[in-house]
Structures are given as C-alpha cells and as structure tokens.
C-alpha cells in the first residue's frame, strides 16, 4: 500500500523544542481536478504550472508539551491570532497524525503570511498547505538519524499536503507538476504530485501568468462542497474521461510546442471545469460578467493580433491570463490598457512560472 511507504520509521533522535521555516507556491492547473474520492483521492489526474510570486510563508515554533493526548497548536495570520483557520488545521493534523507520531507530542506556534492580499479570491490554500506540510517534514527530519533524501521527502510533504488541501499537492516541485494515476505518465500517482517527466518545449519555458481579480470576496462554493457535487453529477464520467485524454493531448502539445493546441486544450479545461458546476445540483455560476468582458476582450485580442495568450479559471470569478515569455511587453500593455479595468480596483498580479517551495534561513 501507497500509504505505509509514508509511516515514519522509528526516530532515533529526542527534539525538546525548535524552528523552521518554508515559502511553498501557489499553482494553476491546467487540467484541472474537480471531484475526489475518499481521503483526497482524485477523481481525475490533473497538471498545473507552479507559481512564483504568489506565495505562503510559514514558520513553525515547537516545543515539547506534559500530556500526548490532544493536538496542540495556535495559528497567527500576519501576526494576528486567527481562530476561525484552527478546525481545518485540526483535521489535517488528524488525517496526518499517523504519518507523523510527533505531532502530539509537542505545542506548535504556527505563523504564516502570503505574498498576495488575503482579500484577492485568490486560494491560499494550496500554497498554506503545502508549506505547513514540508515544515512539519522539517520537523521530521530532525528525529532521523539521516535526513531524508530529497526526492523522498518531497514525496512524503506532497501526500501530506494533499490530505489538507488537494492542488496543495502540485505546490511543492516545479515547473509542471502531475497529481492523479495516468497511464502515460511515468510515476504518476493519485497520492502525490509528481514533477512533469517528459520533454518540455522551450515555449513553455517561464511561462507568464497574470491573474486578474475580478472578484476579491470569499468563495461562493467552497471546493470540498464543489468536489462534493461531482457525485451524482450526470457527466461526472464523460469528464472524468475527457481529463485523461486532455492530459494526453497536453504531452505531445509540450514536446511539439504547438501553442494553439495548447490554448485550446487550456482554455476547454477552464469552461468545462464552470460547465460541471452549473450543471450539478444545486447548480452555480462562479463567473461574474466582467470575467466574460476579459474573456472576450482576450478572444478578440488573439484574433486581431495573432497572440498566443490565453485564460484559464480557477473555481472563482477571477482570471489567470497565460501567455509566452516572449510575449511580456506587449500582452502587459494589454493588460494595462483593455483589462485592468474590469477587474477589483484595477488590481491584478504580475506571476510567472516557477521551480516549487524553499525553506528558509531562520
Ligand atoms: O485543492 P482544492 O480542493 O481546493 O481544489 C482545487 C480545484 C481547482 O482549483 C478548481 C482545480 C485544480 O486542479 O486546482
């Protein structure tokens, strides 16, 4: 079984108390991951590009504590106490408890801050979880003997970080990441992400993102009751099939570089992904008008100037705008000048592609 690969060997070392520190990426998936199983299983493999800019930075204090019964741990958000985030941490401490026998053994001071705005619509959850899973690996290490490999540590944070957060999964490597079984994907799995293991056109090298927020209120459907709705769903299989073979495109769209293909495939991805939610039940529209203007005003800019610039769509009203290097000056005049306006005072964030989380010097 996958999962006892991840159960710690017995540690070898007596830690009273310490610090560490990581800044784990935010990611955008390209083929997207909508409806899981149990356990963070899902449904569908997916791959994403990880971010650069758009980062959390998390710095965990331990110190060993009297009883071993309870979880224990406080959660500060830029430096303010936050109680509202404890029950999501107390169950990703529970899903993760037997992979890491420490966990009750010590009171945790966990502090966190993200390089974009709380209040963006962007999720910060793939990057939070993914930097609190690879400090608490930190964590783990220091009771090993020898660390861990590298390959097997980043490993075993990517499980764990999928079992807070699904997508937090692809935030711990870079470039591209794999996330869910694929037949053609050498080591894909559905418990970890895996770095993408084919050839990559430069085309895609640093590609450029730009993520327009149209919309900075909190999630109108969260994604645990957005996965939820692809049970029962009644093209649930036709997707879950059509991310397998869109996944499949994608592998020979990098080798050859074919850009078109690849907008293409990307930009069905982000529409089919709004098309299961409103067609599930109950249903919903996550799309706000002016995220049809940027679409529109994105289709007509291709069309008259032969860009190869793109959306695609995260489970919100905001836009990621793709596009190649190559095409930065002019598609950030663009931007600029056609977009900036239908988007939350004017505000987006300038992101391109990056190589995954780092740890900190503390
Ligand atoms: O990781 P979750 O459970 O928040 O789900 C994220 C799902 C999407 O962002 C809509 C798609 C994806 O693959 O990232």
Redesign the pocket.
């Known amino acids: 079984m996958t999962e006892n690969r991840f159960r710690a060997a017995a540690y070898s070392k007596t830690v009273s108390s310490g610090r560490v520190s990581w800044s784990a990426p935010s990611?955008i998936?390209l083929v997207?991951?909508?409806g899981k199983k149990a356990d963070q299983i899902p449904q569908n493999p997916?791959i994403?590009f990880t971010l650069n800019e758009c980062k959390t930075i998390t710095t965990v204090s331990f110190s060993k504590k009297e009883s071993e019964h309870e979880f224990s741990f406080d959660l500060y958000l830029d430096g303010e106490k936050k109680v509202d985030f404890k029950p999501k941490i107390h169950t990703f401490f529970k899903r993760i408890a037997q992979y890491l026998p420490f966990l009750k053994t010590y009171h945790f001071k966990i502090e966190t801050s993200n390089t974009f705005p709380h209040s963006s619509g962007i999720?910060s959850?793939?990057s939070g979880m993914s930097a609190l899973a690879l400090c608490l690996m930190s964590i783990e290490n220091l009771h090993l003997e020898s660390e861990m490999a590298e390959a097997d540590f980043n490993k075993k944070a990517s499980f764990l970080a999928r079992l807070g957060?699904?997508?937090?999964c692809r935030s711990i490597e870079g470039d591209l990441v794999v996330w869910g079984d694929h037949k053609e994907v050498t080591g894909s799995s559905d418990h970890y992400g895996v770095r993408y293991p084919f050839t990559v056109h430069d085309n895609f090298k640093a590609y450029q993102d730009v993520i327009l927020l149209v919309d900075k209120g909190e999630k109108q459907v969260s994604?645990?009751v957005g996965?939820n709705l692809m049970h029962n769903h009644p093209y649930s299989q036709q997707r879950f099939e059509q991310a397998h073979s869109n996944l499949s495109e994608l592998i020979k769209v990098f080798e050859s570089g074919d850009l078109d293909a690849f907008i293409g495939i990307v930009e069905s991805e982000a529409l089919t992904?709004h098309a299961m939610m409103m067609t599930s039940m109950p249903y919903f529209i996550l799309m706000k008008p002016n995220t049809l203007n940027i679409i529109n005003a994105i289709w007509k800019y291709r069309q008259d100037t032969g860009s190869k610039v793109c959306f695609t769509l995260?489970?919100g009203a905001n836009v990621h705008v793709l596009f190649p290097k190559k095409e930065s000056d002019s598609v950030l005049v663009f931007i600029k000048k056609e977009l900036a306006s239908f988007c939350q005072d004017e505000n987006y964030i300038i992101d391109h592609v990056g190589f995954g989380a780092n740890k900190n010097d503390i």
């Open positions: 990611n998936a997207k991951y909508w997916s994403s999720a959850s793939a957060s699904g997508s937090a994604s645990t996965h992904l995260d489970a």
